[in-house]
């Protein structure tokens, strides 16, 4: 039976964190009421002229050189001509033939994936779908312009993936990298970060690339990886049966985990591109591409490879906790205040993040409490000075978490004592309280004497238990052993 390999290329729209628009000064905020934030040129009138933002601009380059792409020093606009009912001036200001950026990669695990090229382009308006359930859910709908003239970094990839694992592994590391820049929040819910996969399957061992589908709509990491893992098994289904792959736009359906033809796949003649006439031709220099690259800030990789080799993380803990910026900066706050480098990490990496993620529907991070890296710190130097086991060290940390924003800073110290947390290491008050255990349950240690070794784990959470989590592990397990052993 033939073997066929997948090879995917991927599209990501980013939006860019200006303040106003690529090409006027309305505004970029998400969530106002439809069409409150346009003007006579997002909304495409007649005689008007586009102004180029330079922040845009500063960061589609910023985002080039993060990616290892060549930032060309000509660059210019074009029309890409179009009709939809979102895009009143019929046309789209992007870059076609001379980009901002190019012949860029970014490595996932130890494999480079080519970016093709990075450009920089506005984003269309949006249509509102609504009235009685129809054919396709809606008999008319609304435009809402807000979104028109958003600035875009187009960012396009070579067709150098090959697993539905690996896109979603490229679309993480590139949507960090453009958190750490600061240039894009990465938002999928918002549409700040978009994706379309390019997917078409080939025999291994074959160069030739085969005939492609677009999929489109896709709203997580995760409906990326399944709408991509769907269509290698259709086209392998259609392929098997003698029948031949259209090169074609399609749609994923989230609820039948399938896609679905949406249109013929245009190619760059039908969008009939030429030079944008309004926008004269950008001049970048190489020391204002110098100037930008001087802002850039520690980006994922060499952060990650710093936790592993200077604080003697796991990688697998490093990937965790850099993804995350907010937490990795609050990390480094804490390491520069002298905090314990693994001890701190399995504090955030643990309870924190378990924290964080039962606050369902609410986007708070790290920053948005009370707690501080000096009380991050702290509660680490508890646990290495005894104060604190694990449990009440998990339990001060959530407290704090968990304590109302507006709250004074709070002293671990003071916390501690008020609380009674701190940790019991009393050897004579301790083997009291083993004794009393193992005589209150003669069942559990008859199984134990007969062989049943897991029972010692009992026996220590009620020990524990006994003491209100505060007991010294070591002590408590040296002891435990010590009268187990016994006649």
């Known amino acids: 039976m033939l073997e066929y390999e997948a090879v995917i290329g991927l599209e990501v729209h980013a939006q860019l964190k200006t303040k106003s628009k690529i090409f ?8 106002a009421e439809p069409n409150q934030q346009v003007c006579p040129v997002c909304l495409g009138m007649p005689g008007v002229l586009p102004v180029l933002n330079k922040k845009a601009l ?7 050189i993060a990616l290892n792409c060549k930032i060309s020093e000509n660059s210019k606009f074009d029309r890409k001509n179009y009709f939809y009912p979102d895009l009143p001036k019929a046309y789209q200001v992007s870059q076609y033939d001379q980009p901002v950026c190019s012949d860029g990669y970014l490595m996932v695990g130890d494999r480079k994936i ?22 396709h859910g809606s008999d008319y709908s609304l435009a809402d312009f807000n979104r028109s003239g958003v600035p875009l970094l187009e960012i396009v990839s070579e067709p150098d993936l090959r697993t ?39 025999p291994v061992g074959e160069e030739k690339l085969g005939t492609k589908a677009e999929i489109k709509n896709m709203n997580s990491f995760k409906a990326v990886q399944r709408a991509i893992q769907s269509e290698i098994e259709r086209q392998k289904d259609l392929l098997s049966k003698g029948q031949r792959v259209i090169q074609e736009t399609r749609l994923w359906n989230e609820a039948t985990q399938s896609t679905f033809s949406m249109r013929s796949k245009e190619e760059a003649h039908d969008y009939r591109y030429f030079p ?54 609050f990390y480094d706050q804490a390491l520069a205040l002298g905090a314990s480098a693994k001890a701190a990490a399995n504090l955030l990496l643990g309870p924190a993040m378990s924290h964080f993620n039962k606050l369902s529907g609410e986007q708070q991070t790290i ?6 890296p000096q009380n991050l710190r702290d509660i680490v130097e508890n646990i290495n000075s005894g104060a604190l086991n694990s449990t009440t060290a998990k339990q001060v940390l959530l407290d704090l978490l ?15 004592q008020k609380k009674g947390l701190i940790q019991v290491s009393d050897e004579t008050q301790i083997a009291s309280i083993v004794q009393t255990v193992l005589d209150s349950k003669p069942d559990q240690l008859a199984e134990f004497r007969a062989g049943k070794v897991k029972v010692r784990g009992f026996f220590f959470g009620e020990v524990m238990k006994s003491l209100k989590g505060k007991g010294n592990p070591e002590i408590i397990n040296k002891i435990l052993d010590e009268k187990l052993a016994g006649p």
Do not use: W
Request: charged share 30%; net charge negative.
């Open 367 to 372: 920053s948005d409490t009370i707690l501080t």
């Open 58 to 64: 500063e960061y589609g380059i910023k985002c080039g």
């Open 114 to 135: 080519r970016i093709l090229r990075a450009h920089l382009e506005e984003d269309a308006g949006k249509l509102v779908h609504a009235g009685a359930a129809g054919l």
């Open 24 to 31: 006027c000064s309305c505004s970029t905020e998400f969530g």
């Open 276 to 329: 944008e006439p309004d926008l004269v031709p950008l001049k970048i220099s190489p020391a204002q591409v110098e100037s930008i690259r001087k802002t850039l800030p520690e980006l994922p990789e060499a952060r990650r490879n710093r936790y592993v080799g200077d604080a003697g993380l796991s990688s697998e803990d490093a990937v965790i906790l850099v993804e995350n910026k907010d937490l990795a900066d």
């Open 164 to 202: 539905p694992d690996e896109a979603r592994q490229y679309l993480t590391e590139l949507r960090t990298i453009l958190r750490y820049l600061d240039v894009c929040d990465g938002n999928l819910e918002e549409g700040s970060f978009r994706c379309d996969a390019n997917v078409s399957i080939r």
């Open 402 to 416: 968990a304590m109302d924003r507006g709250s004074q800073v709070v002293d671990v110290k003071d916390y501690i």
